[in-house]
C-alpha cells in the first residue's frame, strides 16, 4: 500500500512539475493542468536556485512537452541563463574552482544546456553555455597542483573534504557535460574546443569511471583503486556514465568506445552481484532509471538484441515493486517509475535525464 506525501511543487524531481510530465506523455492535459497550476500557485523561481531541475527553467522543460511554453517563460528563462553565466564568468576570471552547482545537470549549466538545446531552433545562448561546460576541460590551480578544471573544492555534500574531489556521475559529475556536450555535437551545434572536450572528459572516465568520484589521492596514483562494491544507477555509477560514453563515442565516431560502453551496460546488468544493490524502482538510482537507460543504449547500437533480455528482466523487475514507492514524483517516485513502465518518450522527457 502506498502512502500520500505532499510534494513540493516547482520541483522537477519530486514536485508537481514533475508528475506533468506523466500525464503528459499519456496526453491527460486536464490532470496537467491542475498540476501546473499547483505547481505555479506562490510563483516560479528565477533566482539562484532555478535549474532544469527547480524553478523557470522546470516549468519551460514541462510545458516544452506540451508544445506550450510561452514567451514569457522563456525570456525568465533567459533570465536565469544570463545570471548563470555572468556567476561563471566571474569565477572563471579568479582562476577558482567551480562548485558543483555551476555546472551539473540537476541545478547547473549542463541541465541548462539540455533545456537550451530542446528549444526549436535551439537558444541564442547556447553557444555561451556549451563554451563554459568546454572551459572544464582546463585544467586550474588548487590546493598548490593542478587539477581538473571541473574539481570541486569541497566533498559532493558540500561540506569541507581535504582536497576536494572529481565528480564522476551522470547527474552531478562530468558525464553530465560530456553527455550534453556530445548530444549537441551530434544534433550540429557546436563551439570551440567542444570535441576536445569530450575526448577529455571521456577518457578521464575511462580512468577514473569505477568510482562515484574521485579524490586527491587518485591523482597521486598510476592506477586509481580499485572501487568498494556499489549500488550501480543512472545518477551514479557505470550505466550512466557508459551511456554519457556511448553518446561521445556517437559524436565522435569512435566505434571501440561505443563497444566498450555497451559491454559495461551489458555486464553490470546481468551480474546478480550488481543487481542485488539495486534496492528501488525510483528513475535516479532504481530499476525505472536503469531502464529507460538500456532502452536509450539499445537503440544506439548496431547489436540492440543483445539487450532484449536484459531490459525485459529490468521491465520484470520495474512491475513488480513501483507500487511501493512511497514518493509521488518524478525522480523518486511513482510517476518518474510508470513513465518507465509506458515505454514510451514521445514527448522527450528522457532529455531531462541526457538519455536522449
Known sequence: MTTTTVPRTQ?????????????????????????????????????????????????????????????????????????????????QAASALPHLAEWDLIRGMTGLAALLLSRQPPAPQLPDVLTCLVALAHPLRGDGRMLPGWWSPVGPDGKTMAGGHGNNGMAHGIAGPLAVLSLALHEGVSVPGQEEAVGTFATWLDRHGSHYWSTAAHLDTDQPPEAEPARQSWCYGQPGMARAQQLAALALDDPARRRAAEDTVATILTDPLHLARITDSTLCHGWAGLLMLTRAVAADSPSPARFTPIIQDLHRRLAADWKRLPKPGFMEGRAGAQLALNATDNTGWTRALLLT
Request: hydrophobic share 45%; proline share 1%; glycine share 8%.
Open 11 to 91: 520541483d522537477l524531481s519530486e514536485g508537481a512539475l514533475g508528475m506533468a510530465l506523466l500525464d503528459i506523455e499519456r496526453r491527460d492535459l486536464s490532470t496537467a493542468r491542475r498540476h501546473l497550476a499547483q505547481a505555479t500557485a506562490r510563483g516560479v523561481s528565477t533566482g539562484s536556485n532555478a535549474s532544469l531541475f527547480h524553478g523557470a527553467p522546470a516549468l519551460e522543460f514541462v510545458l516544452a512537452r506540451a508544445r506550450g511554453a510561452d514567451d514569457d517563460v522563456g525570456a525568465a528563462v533567459d533570465h536565469v541563463v544570463d545570471a548563470r553565466l555572468a556567476a561563471a564568468h566571474r569565477r
